[in-house]
C-alpha cells in the first residue's frame, strides 16, 4: 500500500490496536512489515487503574491480537506505573520514539490524536509528532469516535472481508474489555459507516498530519 516497507504503531494501550486492525492487517497483506508499540496495559473490571493484575491480562490478550494480525509487537510500559502516569512520562516515551525512529526507519507511523479526550492517547500522539517531523514519511492519526470530537478525517483505507475478519478476531481477543462497550458491534458498524463516505463496502479513516510522496 503506496509503496510502504515498513509500518509502526504507536499506542497507548494495549488494545488500541482494535480501532485500525483491518489497515494493519491490509499492510501486512499487501507487503509490508508492520510492528505495534504499546506503552501500557489498559484497564480491566477487576483493575481499573491498569495495574499488575491488567498487565498480566492484557500481556497475553494482546500477544493473541499481534499474532492474529501477523505483526510484530512490543509492550514497553517503560516506567509507568498504569496509563494515567503516562502524562508524568511524556519525555521517555518521547525519547523512545526517537530512538525507534532513529534506529527503524519506518516509512508509515499510525499514531493516535494529541486532540484526543483519553489523556494517556493525546499524551502519546502528541509525544509522536514531536520527533516525527523529518524522520517518517507518513504520518496518520488513527480516530476514535467516541474520544475525538473534532476529527477530520482525509485519508480512508479500504478493506476487505479478509482484513475485516482479522478485526473481529483482534476486537474478540480482549475478552477482559467487554465490560466497557460492545467494541465488536460498535466497531464493525463503524467501518461500515466509514465505508459509505467514500462509497465502498467497508473502511477504516485516519487523518494525515504528513505525508511525503
Known amino acids: 500500500m503506496f509503496g510502504i516497507k515498513k509500518a509502526v504503531a504507536f499506542f497507548a494501550h494495549s488494545d488500541d490496536e482494535m480501532i485500525c486492525a483491518g489497515t494493519l492487517h491490509r499492510l501486512v497483506r ?3 512489515k508492520a510492528e505495534i508499540i504499546a506503552f501500557s496495559p489498559a484497564a480491566t473490571e477487576e483493575d481499573r487503574l491498569g495495574g499488575q493484575k491488567a ?24 516506567s509507568v506505573g498504569n496509563s494515567r502516569d503516562l502524562a508524568d512520562h511524556g519525555q521517555e ?43 517518517v514519511p507518513h504520518v496518520w492519526r488513527c480516530i476514535f469516535p ?15 472481508e479478509g482484513d475485516m475478519e482479522v478485526k473481529r478476531n483482534v ?5 477482559s474489555q467487554k465490560f466497557r462497550y460492545r467494541y465488536l458491534e460498535m466497531l464493525m458498524a463503524q467501518v461500515v459507516v466509514d465505508g459509505l463516505s467514500v462509497k465502498v463496502d ?12
Open 55 to 78: 498487565a498480566l491480562i492484557l500481556h497475553s490478550e494482546w500477544s493473541t491480537s499481534v499474532r492474529r494480525l501477523g505483526v510484530q509487537g512490543r509492550f514497553c510500559p517503560l
Open 146 to 160: 467516541w474520544n475525538y470530537s473534532g476529527e477530520r478525517p482525509n485519508l480512508y483505507v479500504r478493506l476487505e
Open 171 to 175: 476486537i474478540n481477543a480482549y475478552q
Open 93 to 135: 516515551v518521547c525519547q523512545y520514539v526517537y530512538d525507534y525512529c532513529e534506529v527503524e526507519k519506518p516509512d508509515l507511523a499510525i499514531i493516535l490524536s494529541p486532540h484526543d479526550e483519553n489523556t494517556a492517547h493525546a499524551v502519546v500522539g502528541r509525544e509522536c509528532e514531536r520527533v516525527m517531523r523529518g524522520r
Open 30 to 32: 499487501e507487503g509490508s
Open 202 to 213: 467497508a473502511a477504516e479513516k485516519f487523518e494525515i498530519v504528513r505525508s511525503v510522496l
